[in-house]
């Protein structure tokens, strides 16, 4: 299934009061809206993902899934910045005639939310039955949440946050720092920066799995062996994967906008900006994930009404979202088919 591309040909306008001209996005739908319209379930994407949801959440939607194309009418649309589709800083600034790299502006999560709210005007989309996202795209959904509290009626949000911590933060910069200690990244051309893009997805990674996970799977099998570890190899291949389908300018922008990440923003303060949301919502922790801790999830169900919580432990830390679609897929499950809060008097718990 190819991407689609919607344009805007208006002034977009960004949080920050600059503005885009001709604000494109890609996006994906699969299945079909039904008579009555309610069967829509919208999928926001994280970091480095892409609209093609099939692909990067196999086990949970697609064919044969929990959010399958037979039930419902499926949207995901890439994120402002990304490179799949959506206007970013590899494309043709139309005051200069020439791609934007690093005079690209800066765009918030809120901006992404409120881009994907133009295209869900575009498609006719006056109801969405169920929003759901994790990591940065829990962010986003969060955030359209806050926005159109009447436009959604289910929301599932998953290791994510009300805000973006100082940890995170610090993570983010210090990414920024090896994209910037590569000389090329300056020059501006397509390629810039892939050491230093390789060099942050290698830091990154570290967030994303932590200690368990690198001990059960890069453990050397040879004691003999002092150089050349599959730790070592798996963190170059890695970097390598992402430089293959990616640049490091969306990876500059992307980063800051998870940076921006603060709903209490001119709303007050966090806890009001949560109290607005009307959905009915499930949140989602990990134990084990260290870059979006669950203390992060136990606040968003404590101050967004008629929530339900629940969380899991995985050995893959903040990856566990992609990669525990099973046990994903029960929690979830349970949730869309309940008649009573999933949670009952305590913190519900999941293990396989």
Known sequence: MHTKTFTYDGLFELESGEQLKELQIGYHTYGHLNEDKNNVVWVCHALTANSDVFDWWKGFAGEGSLINPQEHYIICANVLSSPYGTTNPLNTNPITGQPYYLDFPVCTIRDMANA????????GIEHISLLIGGSLGGQQALEWAIQQPERIEQLILIATNAFHSPWGIALNESQRLALSADASFYEN???????????????ALLSYRGYSAYNKTQKETDE????NYRAASYQSYQGEKLVKRFNAYSYWYLTKAMDSHHVGRNRGDAEKALAKIKARTLVIGIT???????????YLYSHIPNADYAEFDSIYGHDGFLIETGILTRIIFSFLNADTPIHNTELQKFSE
Do not use: C
């Not at 994907?116 to 498609?123: E, K, R, V």
């Open 189 to 203: 051309t397509p390629d810039g920066g892939s050491a230093g893009l390789k060099a942050a997805r290698s830091m």
């Open 224 to 227: 003999t062996i002092t150089d």
């Open 116 to 123: 994907h709210q133009l295209l869900a005007n575009h498609l």
């Open 288 to 298: 084990s994930d260290m870059l979006f801790p669950i203390n992060e999830q136990q």
